[in-house]
Nanobody
């Protein structure tokens, strides 16, 4: 079972930037599709971004397109989420997800992830 740990959250003002990191212990990290989701109490978990095994494909939720960028470093078993132009409505717990041994090299799935981290809190003040 993969061990997934997020970091980089915090309290920022609207308009600021923040970079989240996620380290996964999955030995075959380079064969894993990776994604970020976010969760607000009382609301459904929301897809934020996903990245394919070879970084060739990225997908974003409509609410973050043009502001957030997902990337990965397979050598470091790390996926990043660069968040810019943050808004108060971006406030949430951000969760990293792993789909190990994903069969397609250049696909970034929107759902179906197996392993999840505990999340990191991002709070954006107005």
């Amino acid at each position: 079972q993969a061990h997934v740990v997020e970091s980089g959250g915090g309290l920022v003002q609207a308009g600021a930037s923040l970079r989240l990191s996620c380290v996964a212990s999955e030995r075959a990290f380079s064969r894993s599709a990776m994604a970020w989701y976010r969760q607000v109490p009382g609301k459904e978990r929301e897809f934020v971004a996903a990245i394919s095994r070879n970084s060739g494909t990225t997908r974003y939720g409509d609410s973050v397109k043009g502001r957030f960028t997902i990337s990965r470093d397979n050598a470091l078993r790390t996926v990043y989420l660069m968040m810019s132009s943050l808004r108060p409505e971006d406030t949430a717990v951000y969760l990293c997800a792993v789909w190990p041994d994903y069969p397609l090299l250049e696909d970034a799935p929107l759902a179906g992830y197996t392993y999840w981290g505990q999340g990191t809190q991002v709070t954006v003040s107005s």
